[in-house]
């Protein structure tokens, strides 16, 4: 579905002396199949530019697939997605088995979710002996978790009990039914939150905690049999990241969509966390290292890996040297 008012996607791609790239794309679009770990909005970005025409542009047909938590990356690696948004956390443990998975980018460096309690709890020691939702053990929810409390001088092991509740969807209504005492949150839960009295912690956003979040995550295979495939359906990604920046009104009505909510505070605060996006979405070393460090702490033999093992920045490095991005931005990469 192509969203009135996007051909200004058609005008870069000629302003930009694209055209001949995209002529030489086939007549019929090829197919490509881009999975999804979680209904949260950083994971958002193919599903809007899908919907705003970008990937159709890009010679694309392109369908968007919920391939929840732990099935993402098995789903990549039995050849029913193509691309998948996920967390690194995810990512690595089936890349160290299968070496054909492998980062093609990511949109977070940094742990950026909000530590948020129960409006009784006003101070660390109220949550002692208190329960913690998380969504899996040891997942980056955990993690977070763990790097909010002991930020507020807690002991994940020793003060708190950590419920498991298996979904990022749920989060919000365990600590709004007073089903956990605290949880961790991203849009637009945050939102409820604020509006329902709840007690915002720890930003983690403020801590500048490094930590590979959501990556965009391919086969080496498929990079290798259809190079100018992945090249066109990372450009559209790019261009979604640039969609996400550039025009608010129009990514909020597709955000409606994949959120399934109305609320336009709840929307506005979605844009506005995802907009922060880097420009250039590259996975970063330093970030991937400490996924490698938390996932060492309960398997050592992640302690062996370096993180080049698991990334592979040639596409978008080659559609960075262009000035293809720089050129989106009007010269200057954001």
Same mark, same amino acid.
């Given at each position: 579905?192509?969203?009135?008012?996007?051909?200004?996607?058609?005008?870069?791609?000629?302003?930009?002396?694209?055209?001949?790239?995209?002529?030489?794309?086939?007549?019929?679009?090829?197919?490509?199949?881009?999975?999804?770990?979680?209904?949260?909005?950083?994971?958002?970005?193919?599903?809007? /530019?899908?919907? $705003? +025409?970008?990937?159709?542009?890009?010679?694309?047909?392109?369908?968007?697939?919920?391939?929840? %938590? @732990?099935?993402?990356?098995?789903?990549?690696?039995?050849?029913?997605?193509?691309?998948?948004?996920?967390?690194?956390?995810?990512?690595?443990?089936?890349?160290?088995?299968?070496?054909?998975?492998?980062?093609?980018?990511?949109?977070?460096?940094?742990?950026?979710?909000?530590?948020?309690?129960?409006?009784?709890?006003?101070?660390?020691?109220?949550?002692?002996?208190?329960?913690?939702?998380?969504?899996?053990?040891?997942?980056?929810?955990?993690?977070?978790?763990?790097?909010?409390?002991?930020?507020?001088?807690?002991?994940?092991?020793?003060?708190?009990?950590?419920?498991?509740?298996?979904?990022?969807?749920?989060?919000?209504?365990?600590?709004?039914?007073?089903?956990?005492?605290?949880?961790?949150?991203?849009?637009?839960?945050?939102?409820? /939150?604020?509006? $329902? +009295?709840?007690?915002?912690?720890?930003?983690?956003?403020?801590?500048?905690?490094?930590?590979? %979040? @959501?990556?965009?995550?391919?086969?080496?295979?498929?990079?290798?049999?259809?190079?100018?495939?992945?090249?066109?359906?990372?450009?559209?990604?790019?261009?979604?990241?640039?969609?996400?920046?550039?025009?608010?009104?129009?990514?909020?009505?597709?955000?409606?969509?994949?959120?399934?909510?109305?609320?336009?505070?709840?929307?506005?605060?979605?844009?506005?966390?995802?907009?922060?996006?880097?420009?250039?979405?590259?996975?970063?070393?330093?970030?991937?290292?400490?996924?490698?460090?938390?996932?060492?702490?309960?398997?050592?033999?992640?302690?062996?890996?370096?993180?080049?093992?698991?990334?592979?920045?040639?596409?978008?490095?080659?559609?960075?040297?262009?000035?293809?991005?720089?050129?989106?931005?009007?010269?200057?990469?954001?």
């Amino acid at each position: 579905m192509k969203i009135r008012g996007f051909g200004f996607g058609l005008v870069l791609a000629v302003s930009f002396g694209l055209g001949a790239e995209h002529s030489g794309a086939q007549n019929k679009p090829e197919r490509l199949r881009i999975g999804y770990a979680a209904r949260a909005v950083a994971h958002s970005v193919p599903f809007v /530019a899908k919907e $705003a +025409g970008l990937f159709a542009e890009e010679g694309i047909n392109a369908e968007i697939i919920h391939t929840a %938590g @732990s099935i993402a990356p098995m789903a990549l690696m039995a050849n029913e997605v193509d691309m998948t948004i996920m967390s690194a956390y995810l990512m690595i443990p089936v890349s160290s088995q299968s070496r054909d998975v492998v980062m093609l980018g990511g949109f977070s460096r940094y742990a950026s979710m909000v530590f948020v309690a129960r409006p009784e709890v006003r101070s660390a020691q109220d949550l002692k002996g208190k329960i913690i939702g998380i969504q899996r053990p040891g997942d980056a929810y955990e993690k977070s978790a763990r790097f909010a409390l002991k930020h507020i001088g807690l002991d994940a092991d020793k003060d708190v009990k950590m419920l498991f509740l298996g979904s990022n969807d749920v989060m919000w209504s365990a600590l709004n039914t007073n089903k956990v005492s605290a949880t961790v949150l991203s849009p637009p839960g945050t939102l409820f /939150a604020r509006k $329902a +009295g709840m007690n915002f912690m720890v930003d983690l956003t403020d801590l500048k905690l490094e930590y590979q %979040g @959501s990556t965009i995550t391919t086969r080496r295979s498929l990079i290798q049999k259809n190079p100018q495939l992945v090249t066109r359906g990372l450009r559209a990604i790019v261009r979604g990241v640039h969609l996400f920046k550039s025009r608010k009104d129009d990514t909020i009505r597709i955000l409606s969509k994949f959120l399934g909510t109305k609320d336009p505070e709840g929307l506005l605060e979605s844009w506005e966390y995802a907009a922060k996006m880097p420009a250039k979405p590259y996975a970063v070393e330093s970030a991937v290292q400490a996924v490698l460090d938390h996932l060492a702490e309960g398997q050592p033999k992640y302690a062996q890996y370096k993180p080049a093992e698991f990334i592979d920045a040639r596409t978008l490095t080659e559609i960075d040297k262009s000035g293809y991005i720089d050129k989106l931005y009007g010269g200057v990469g954001k």
